[in-house]
């Protein structure tokens, strides 16, 4: 298979004939998982999204056995499709070229061989990543990024993380590049990492609903709710979302010093707001940097199936054909 066409996602996307051939796309989040089939044409058949399987004692295990599960369920649907490889993407630290997810703290595994253990019950190749990094991915070669060399994809979620692009290539460092989240920036608290001032303690989702719950002594059920409060004139809700837009300013204007980058593609939950982030977000940046080139402030293309985009693509490498 050679590299797709743009992904189609949405009601009717894969619709029409049985694909010949095709790959599995499994996007494993903190709550929900996302599978899907991607054909040549890079559509998604059959996306389905369940509760991330979790296991106390052998979290890995469950996970790996629900992907076996779907890959059974995937081939009795689609009989006469020849699925080639699998594409994986968990949250935490990866060791993507082992296929070992090194630690996460929400879901609890530590060290955990995915790729070999996939491919023992499954028998297919699999490409594994970290799924904020292949997400970004997703969004270069086939987003808001495509054309741009220099860039941070920045999710903006519960917390923060990030993929960074330079000259056109993701920073790996090992798994660790791009906890953008875990920066410090001035107002920042103590951070449930064990560090303090971190980013996402001011500038999450998460964040701004609790501190504005803090402040107010009201029970906003997210971040959204927060916006409505402060753009109807509520002033504690005003004053964490001033807050929360000038952290975020102050982590891109350090990426960019640093960095270079020409542009901040955002995506996750917060990324919904939509104008009312990007131009206040724009506009600080714009006034704290001096001569550098001034970042463009995007939103995501692909959206919330980035990543599992981005798992698809990666398993259409493994088999890719001249």
Known sequence: MGLPADPVTGPGAGSGEPPARGVLAFDVGGTDMKAALVDDAGRLH????????RDGQFPGDVVVAKVAALTENYRAEYPGCAIESIGLVVPGLVDEEAGIGRMS?????????FGEHLTRVTGLPVAFGHDVSIAGEAEM????????????????????????????????????????????????????????????????????TRRYNALSGNAAAGAKAVLTAALSGDRHAAQVWEDAVNALAFSICQLTAILG??????????AQAGPALVEPL????????????????LTTVLGQDAGLIGAGLRARDLVARP
């Open 46 to 53: 059959s996306l389905l999204r369940i509760p991330t399987p």
């Open 105 to 113: 703290a929400n879901l609890g595994w530590r060290d955990y061989p």
């Open 141 to 208: 070669r086939a987003g808001a990024g495509r054309g741009l060399r220099d860039v941070v994809v920045m999710v903006i979620g519960t917390g923060i993380a990030g993929a960074v692009f330079c000259e056109g290539q993701r920073v790996r460092a090992g798994g660790y590049a791009g906890e953008i989240g875990h920066a410090e920036v001035p107002g920042g608290t103590e951070c449930p990492c064990g560090a303090f001032g971190c980013l996402e303690t001011i500038g999450s989702a998460g964040a701004i």
């Open 261 to 270: 980058t020409e542009a901040v593609i955002l995506g996750g939950g917060l």
């Open 282 to 297: 724009q506009s600080r940046v714009e006034s704290r940097l001096s001569f550098l080139r001034a970042p463009r402030i």
